[in-house]
């Protein structure tokens, strides 16, 4: 089992930035070197949208198009966690902000997640 655990979320004006931290926990994949971690959100009446991936051995990131020049993806191994640094945010970035993590499979839709964080909410009023 495995647990994640997300925090920063809130509330940030326009042009702000915010940091989530994701703290797993548990029988994690970083125990033995694999996996992947990562990052998606959900706005109201819209469907779970992928984000951010890294892998926890090489730390080799990647990105959905709609965010890769304001998102930054990192991990860091001895403390089981993984950030998302969002800039430059928007209303539309209004959302909660799920931790996501598999064990084998790369991370690019909800269909391979492993286990799922609790969310956190963030929001860029407009």
């Known amino acids: 089992q495995v647990q994640l655990v997300e925090s920063g979320g809130g509330l940030v004006q326009a042009g702000g930035s915010l940091r989530l931290s994701c703290a797993a926990s548990g029988r994690t994949a970083s125990s033995y070197g694999m996996g992947y971690m990562g990052w998606f959100r959900q706005a109201p009446g819209k469907e779970r949208e992928f984000l951010a991936g890294?892998?926890?051995?090489?730390?080799?990131?990647y990105y959905a198009n709609s965010v890769k020049s304001r998102f930054t993806i990192s991990r860091d191994n001895a403390k089981n966690t993984v950030y998302l640094q969002m800039n430059s945010l928007k209303p539309e970035d209004t959302a909660v902000y799920y931790c996501?993590?598999?064990?084998?499979?790369?991370?690019?839709?909800?269909?391979?997640?492993?286990?799922w964080g609790q969310g956190t909410q963030v929001t860029v009023p407009s």
């Open positions: 996501a993590s598999s064990f084998s499979r790369r991370l690019t839709s909800s269909a391979v997640v492993d286990y």
């Open positions: 890294i892998t926890w051995s090489g730390g080799s990131a």
